[in-house]
């Protein structure tokens, strides 16, 4: 037998962020001769540490619409600034139809909060928190960045 030698693919170095898709559709435009089908991904990356960032991009497959929305949440991270592990005043902001309050809880309390919101809190290290969706939408991506927008009220 001949001494083959396999193909060893490049190891992509980890990175220091870790990462949560929140929604994964399929979306169609309609064109002339049918409908064109791509895949939009939304996701969350953050280093529960203070950072955090959502990006959404869309692409022909499900592989490229998730390295296409990683890049773009890079590109969109933030800090926020803890205190402990919580945030040090309440706030609220809206996006689109999505309406969220977060407020800062006692050190052991929890992360009292639900879907997106919820994902975008944890990425960013915030483990004592309560809030609340108050918009009239079940949109997990309005939410997501209505909360994002929340905590760039921090800064």
């Known amino acids: 037998m001949m001494n083959q030698k396999r193909r060893e693919r490049p190891m992509q170095p980890k990175s220091e962020y870790k990462e949560r898709t929140i929604d994964l559709r399929r979306v169609a435009r309609v064109m002339a001769g049918g409908k064109r089908f791509s895949f939009r991904c939304t996701l969350i990356i953050g280093d529960e540490k203070g950072k955090v960032g959502v990006g959404i991009a869309k692409g022909k497959d499900v592989a490229q619409a998730m390295d296409k929305a990683r890049n773009d949440a890079k590109k969109h991270l933030f800090r926020v600034p803890l205190k402990g592990t919580t945030i040090a005043h309440e706030v609220g902001a809206k996006f689109s139809a999505a309406k969220v309050i977060i407020k800062p809880a006692q050190k052991g309390s929890g992360l009292k909060a639900g879907g997106s919101v919820r994902t975008v809190l944890s990425m960013a290290g915030i483990t ?26 921090l800064l």
């Open 128 to 153: 004592d928190a309560t809030a609340k969706s108050l918009g009239r939408t079940k949109n997990k991506l309005t939410n997501a960045l209505a909360a994002a927008e929340a905590l760039r009220q």
